[in-house]
């Protein structure tokens, strides 16, 4: 199947893709604001750069969208028909990357919790897991 797209046109919306600052990073922000954490975004220093980090908890939260991070749910297993060699390496290499920045984090005594995508869908089942992972990692 060929792109609908000309190469400038796609790199074009491919740009609009972001990596930081997405709607379920900020969905899930917004409910440790509610619960009353306090989290720093982002960190550079720690392997994987998690989206959000308690480091009085010593917890990091990665939000990952399930298409590029290949979670087993409906949406993370669609694999496009275009170019489909392609989205499975890419896929493959996003899990790859994933397993050794848990990895390295474990290692260097962080626990990791992982909210998908999929699991915005119950706002108050995304709040209670929130609310126990903060009661089981008191500082």
């Known amino acids: 199947m060929i792109d609908v797209y000309d190469a400038t046109t796609r790199s074009a919306v491919m740009r609009q893709v972001k990596s930081r600052d997405t709607t379920p990073e900020r ?31 010593r917890l990091a939260v990665f939000v990952h969208g399930c298409f590029w991070h290949g979670h087993d749910c409906a949406r993370g297993g669609r694999i496009p028909k275009a ?30 919790e992982t909210v998908w995508e999929c699991e915005l869908k119950d706002a108050a089942g995304l709040e209670a897991r929130l609310a126990d992972l903060l009661r089981t990692t008191a500082p």
């Open 27 to 57: 969905r899930v922000r917004q409910a440790f604001t509610r619960l009353g954490a306090r989290y720093r975004l982002n960190r550079k220093d720690l392997p994987g750069s998690p989206d959000i980090v308690m480091p009085g908890r």
């Open 83 to 112: 170019n489909r060699d392609y989205w499975v390496g890419k896929v493959g290499r996003n899990r790859a990357r994933d397993q050794a920045a848990l990895a390295a984090l474990a290692d260097k005594g962080w626990r990791v």
